[in-house]
């Protein structure tokens, strides 16, 4: 579709119009000019069109889509080709159904392990949801799609989630809450951006300038439309006039009310609604027709080979899988049957069908038994055979948007069915199903293997039969750490917040990156994840290739029998930067498939931004010089190899000011020298020997501010010349 039209070919009632939807999923049309209206729609793991009824918690039917692994399993996948194969899949779906915007992918990170939204999300790290979800916007839009990326910024919970105000340090921001919408808008330039619920600093992010104009648009570049999350807007006017172009759903006229007043009575600048009704019809404009015959069949079969690739092998004693298809297996619990595979809210899709494990298991193995639970014969039929796979995990009710969950245990009745069978049975495998991290104390060690599913779409019945009889080899690393006690978690404290406002207390030392920092035990760390064969990893190498960027290498065998795939995992540890930096950081990450016996050496490259921290004083990001520490892990606690470097980093002679402390006019470059000079000059003798010789002095006064210094010194008789504190502020500008 392309327009010729110009804002000024419309009326300002016209133009007003746009801005709102006509109704709860579709935008304004005005057919008089040619201008129809799109349709948009959840998102994110699968179609949520809604024909009749429409709302935005799940609570009304859909059409019939396929249910693809929520976020939280594409997250454990570690793969951005699992990510990209969802994205084009759903893209074509959308396309077929004459969507032209998917309301996804939701990139908040996991900061608590209770936020009821965790199985939108991919992770607890900025790298991995931003690598996942720009590779799954590109594919989308490939297929014609818009994609819309949410919820900027902050939403990390769902208490009170349209109103609390996220206190939350700039520097935290900027490093874990940021970069993964940073990363889409800059690589995959996605067609919309959804703004959050929450407020930022007392600010709602619906009429945040500095988050949807001064950050997204103007120092990333986006050029897209900024859409509302559903029923965000507090106040229209406001959030126009800081860049959030349509209002969602439609307010039935009443938001173009205001913002025809506004710009009668002068206090809003048309320019402003002209600059919005562009982007509009720029996105309505990238609309293309609906085309593509979807087959059910094939898109079923798509969301079974990644759901494969998604689920994370926990634990795996005395190789208690893979099954043998000879092995007379008990499958226990109702999970079996009745799949728990998404997770409640917007985003819930009525799947076009739905795979059980349970017969899928059927198909495979010779002899299956089955029991649904506590009260059934369960544990009797757990003696009976060789070994016995239980189905656990959280239901739909447990855990969904809307609400955050209070504790991360499995139901009571679980457990002492988990323990009640493995005691009775010779092997005990545990499946999960659940959107957020559960606790596995208590029954963690009674039971020979765990196979963690996360949430697997409506294939992942049968994909998890595949796993369990080596049919697939498990290759998911965890997205999120398991602690041992939701207590350890660094949001503890400060998680959902009180009277309104949730501090992030923790800043930038975030899941695994407190975990390793504070040296506290987790029960899986993040990145964990075993397989079917096992990997070596050798040869490593790193090049520094610039002032602050390096380039890893490592050579990768498959040293088992079976083919299987490999997550390269690279953290940077440094403590060169003057602020505190976690233990260790994942900065780049590859999945890569072995046969057995392969060997693969793989590049990655270490950009400037794996090395930088993000320096408030100077509002950029900064790479120390230094020295630091490249990683090769397992995970984030196992690392297997280190090697050193050294990056001449960022050269930054910092500006002085009267209140810059006394350590910093002495350390700086130009000016310290001088200034010990003229102190050195105008102090007498037996002070000026004191002074040199004492190092504690030196400590005492480090931290004053310049200007109280000179005041000290003064009433100890040393008066610096009047022009000379001046001149050298004009020295550290760069000036004689
Ligand atoms: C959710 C969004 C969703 C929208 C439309 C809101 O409640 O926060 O993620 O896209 O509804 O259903």
Redesign the pocket.
Same mark, same amino acid.
């Given at each position: 579709m392309t327009f010729q039209i110009e804002s000024t070919d419309l009326t300002l009632e016209q133009k007003a119009s746009l801005l709102s939807g006509r109704d709860f999923w579709n935008t304004e049309a005005i057919e008089a000019a040619g201008i129809p209206s799109i349709l948009l729609s &959840? +998102?994110p793991h699968g179609l949520r069109r809604q024909d009749s009824e429409a709302d935005? %918690?799940g609570v009304h039917d859909s059409v019939s889509a396929t249910c693809f692994p929520p976020s939280v399993a594409v997250g454990s996948s570690w793969d951005p080709e699992v990510a990209a194969r969802v994205g084009a899949a759903i893209g074509r779906e959308a396309r077929a159904a004459g969507v032209s915007v998917v %309301?996804g992918p +939701?990139v908040n990170i996991k900061r608590s392990p209770l936020c009821g939204r965790n199985f939108e999300y991919y992770s607890e790290d900025p790298l991995v949801s931003g690598v996942l979800a720009t590779a799954y916007v590109r594919a989308m839009q490939a297929e014609g799609v818009g994609a819309s990326v949410?919820?900027f910024a902050a939403n990390n919970q769902e208490t009170d989630r349209m109103r609390v105000s996220v206190d939350v340090d700039e520097r935290t921001l900027r490093e874990i809450y940021l970069p993964a919408f940073e990363r889409v808008v800059t690589e995959a330039r996605p067609a919309t951006v959804?703004c959050s619920y929450n407020r930022v600093n007392g600010v709602y992010a619906s009429q945040n300038r500095r988050l949807l104009t001064d950050v997204l648009r103007d120092e990333w570049g986006f050029d897209g439309t900024v859409v509302s &999350?559903?029923g965000a807007v507090n106040d229209r006017v406001a959030a126009l006039a800081a860049g959030l172009d349509l209002e969602m759903p439609g307010t039935g006229g009443s938001g173009d009310a205001e913002i025809v007043a506004a710009v009668r009575n002068g206090e809003l600048d048309e320019a402003v609604v002209d600059r919005s009704v562009r982007r509009l019809l720029a996105l309505i404009g990238r609309t293309v027709p609906p085309a593509g015959d979807v087959d059910p069949d094939e898109q079923h079969e798509v969301a079974k080979q990644v759901a494969a690739d998604c689920a994370v092998l926990l634990k795996n004693d005395g190789d208690a899988l893979p099954l043998s298809t000879r092995a007379a297996v008990a499958v226990i619990g109702e999970f079996a049957a009745n799949p728990r595979f998404q997770g409640g809210g917007?985003s819930h899709v009525n799947p076009t069908r739905v795979d059980t494990a349970l017969d899928a298991i059927r198909e495979l193995g010779e002899s299956v038994t089955y029991a649904s639970d506590l009260a059934g014969n369960a544990v009797e039929i757990a003696r009976q055979a060789d070994v016995a796979v239980v189905f656990a995990g959280l239901g739909e009710r447990d855990e969904s948007?809307g609400f955050d969950r209070e504790i991360i245990d499995l139901p009571a009745a679980q457990v002492e069915l988990i323990k009640a069978v493995a005691a009775a049975s010779r092997r005990t495998v545990v499946v999960l199903s659940h959107g957020g991290v559960v606790s596995l104390e208590g029954w963690h060690d009674d039971v020979d293997a765990i196979l963690d599913g996360w949430l697997l779409g409506q294939a992942g019945g049968s994909a998890i039969a595949d796993l369990l009889f080596g049919i697939a080899n498990p290759s998911g690393r965890l997205a999120e750490s398991i602690p041992l006690r939701l207590q350890d978690n660094p949001s503890y404290l400060n998680f959902p917040g009180e009277s309104g406002h949730v501090r992030y207390g923790e800043g930038v030392i975030v899941g695994y990156r407190y975990y390793e920092t504070a040296d506290v035990a987790v029960r899986y760390p993040f990145g964990h994840g075993l397989s079917y064969t096992t990997f070596e990893t050798g040869d490593p190498t790193v090049t520094v290739t610039g002032d602050d960027s390096a380039t890893v290498a490592v050579s990768v065998t498959n040293t088992g029998t079976r083919a299987g795939k490999h997550v390269v995992q690279v953290y940077v540890a440094s403590s060169e930067a003057p602020v505190r930096c976690p233990a260790r950081e994942l900065r780049a990450f590859t999945k890569i498939s072995l046969e057995p016996g392969e060997t693969r050496r793989v590049e990655l490259t270490l950009d400037r931004r794996a090395f930088a921290w993000y320096d408030i004083e100077l509002s950029r990001w900064v790479v120390s010089p230094g020295d630091y520490t490249v990683q090769l892990g397992r995970s984030a606690a196992d690392i297997v190899a280190e090697l050193p470097i050294t990056l001449a980093g960022d050269v930054i002679i910092p500006v002085l000011s009267l209140d810059s402390t006394v350590e910093a006019w002495f350390g700086h470059p130009i000016v310290g020298p001088e200034l010990g000079r003229l102190l050195a000059e105008n102090m007498p003798g037996e002070q000026s020997e004191q002074a040199r010789n004492s190092a504690d002095w030196m400590r005492m006064v480090a931290s004053m501010p310049m200007r109280r210094f000179t005041k000290l010194m003064a009433y100890r008789g040393v008066e610096l010349p009047a022009e000379s504190l001046p001149r050298l502020i004009e020295l550290s500008k760069g000036g004689a």
């Open positions: &959840d +998102g935005n %918690l %309301l +939701g949410k919820h959804m &999350d559903w917007s948007e």
